[in-house]
């Protein structure tokens, strides 16, 4: 496992190994490091009636987490059962030269977690009508068509990564004491997709 900084806060993975992608990939396996983010540390019981499936199953999805160093156990109030915790808070494998074997899982938890943004975005427009205006205004999808050189998407995607990422050192997701008064989690899923080269006009 590497993380892409020294600094404890981030703890952000550059995911490049192929089995630990499609260890990843598999919906209970992103609700659990979802519900340790929102939670912090979390034993398999309390993390199997959060989500409503059985112990063994919680326990098994988190052991194949830890043999791919996305959570670890830590040390609980007793040695009964040990909760688990997250060794990265967020993952990327966009900067990486994929293998063709690592490129094809990172295909496939692509396609999950776009699958999971428009879950949640189902759910959001069930809601939104009751929320306050400052979150209604702000979410939801915004869709921009613009013609850019491959330099200029890199520098747009730094520039909107950069601003993200000042909050992800400030409050780290497990940690419930950074954050401040009033805030939620926001899942932030950005889809970036680039035409076919188009030919050059006579």
Do not use: C
């Not at 009964?80 to 030269?97: A, G, I, K």
């Not at 759910?123 to 999808?141: A, H, K, L, M, Y």
């Amino acid at each position: 496992m590497s993380l892409e900084s020294s600094d404890d806060a981030r703890r952000r993975r550059l995911l490049d190994d192929p089995l630990a992608i499609r260890a990843m990939a598999h919906p209970v396996r992103l609700e659990l490091q979802t519900l340790l983010g929102k939670e912090g540390p979390l034993t398999a019981a309390e993390a199997a009636r959060r989500l409503g499936i059985s112990q063994a199953l919680a326990s098994h999805h988190l052991r194949q987490l830890a043999k791919y160093d996305f959570v670890e156990a830590v040390a609980g109030k007793d040695n009964r059962e040990r909760p688990w915790r997250l060794v990265s808070t967020s993952q990327s494998w966009r900067d990486l030269e994929l293998n063709p074997e690592a490129a094809a899982a990172a295909d496939v938890l692509e396609q999950l977690l776009a699958e999971r943004a428009l879950g949640n975005l189902a759910d959001w427009q069930q809601r939104r009508s009751s929320e306050d205006r400052v979150w209604r205004e702000n979410s939801g999808i915004a869709r921009t068509g613009i013609y850019l050189t491959g330099e200029e998407l890199a520098e747009l995607e730094a520039q909107i990564d950069a601003l993200l990422m000042r909050y992800v050192d400030e409050r780290p997701i497990d940690d419930k004491s950074t954050r401040p008064p009033g805030s939620r989690l926001v899942d932030i899923t950005r889809i970036v997709t680039v035409s076919p080269a188009e030919e050059a006009q006579p």
